[in-house]
């Protein structure tokens, strides 16, 4: 069964630091790309960065290039994000999903960034 | 970047309509199109990769349709729990991807 399970959110003040998580069982980890989906609170979904299954590729969105870097290590199939100066409006659920049309998703991660 | 327009952003209709729901592309994506649904407080779900392919375990009323620029998902008989948000998302070009702003779908 695949399975995809993220962690490490919680609340931080305005340009402080958060590094999620997500590991992923039941499949061939390596094989698929993988994003980090976000949902502000009322709103839209939103793709704020991707990586290729042997992480030769890594894009962000604009409203988050520069501050946040997407990585992953396949020998412990584990996808993360690190999110640096954070701001108030990157509070949201974060999702990991699986591949380019998301087939599975994780359960979110709350981020609240607020003083 | 490609840019999703999503329409309607919201409807009310009853059990047993037929409802149908609308994207446009910015350029022409090559049927590289998603749609999924959403429920309050839910990871979203995918319904429809490659313009027109059920997901795994999708009912057959769910369809997908349409090709270059338009795309559209098309409910043939609305169910009490088909009532939640609906969006599109492309997956053609240079990542990240991107989503339509949503459908949300209510009880008449």
């Known amino acids: 069964e695949v399975q995809l399970l993220e962690s490490g959110g919680g609340l931080v003040q305005p340009g402080g630091s958060l590094r999620l998580s997500c590991v992923a069982s039941?499949?061939?980890?390596?094989?698929?790309?993988m994003s980090w989906i976000r949902q502000a609170p009322g709103k839209g979904l939103e793709c704020v960065s991707y990586?290729?299954?042997?992480?030769?590729?890594?894009s962000y969105a604009e409203s988050v290039k520069g501050r946040f870097t997407i990585s992953r290590d396949n020998s412990e199939n584990t996808l993360s994000l690190h999110m640096n100066r954070l701001k108030t409006e990157d509070t949201a659920v974060y999702y990991c999903?699986?591949?380019?049309?998301?087939?599975?998703w994780g359960h979110g991660t709350m981020v609240i960034v607020s003083s | 970047d490609i840019q999703m327009t999503q329409s309607p952003s919201s409807l009310s209709a009853s059990v047993g309509d037929r409802v149908t729901i609308t994207c446009r592309a910015s350029?022409?994506?090559?049927?590289?199109l998603a749609w999924y649904l959403q429920k309050p407080g839910k990871a979203p779900k995918l319904l429809v990769y490659?313009?027109?392919r059920l997901g795994g375990g999708v009912p057959s009323r769910f369809s997908g349709s349409g090709s270059g620029t338009d795309y559209s998902l098309t409910i043939s008989s609305l169910q009490p729990e088909d009532f939640a948000t609906y969006y599109c998302?492309?997956?053609?070009?240079?990542?990240?991807?991107?989503f339509g702003q949503g459908t949300k779908v209510e009880i008449k």
């Open positions: 990586i290729s299954g042997i992480a030769d590729t890594t």
């Open positions: 039941g499949f061939a980890f390596s094989g698929y790309s």
């Open positions: 999903a699986r591949g380019d049309a998301f087939d599975f």
């Open positions: 998302q492309q997956y053609y070009g240079t990542p990240p991807w991107t």
């Open positions: 350029q022409d994506i090559s049927n590289s």
């Open positions: 490659a313009a027109f």
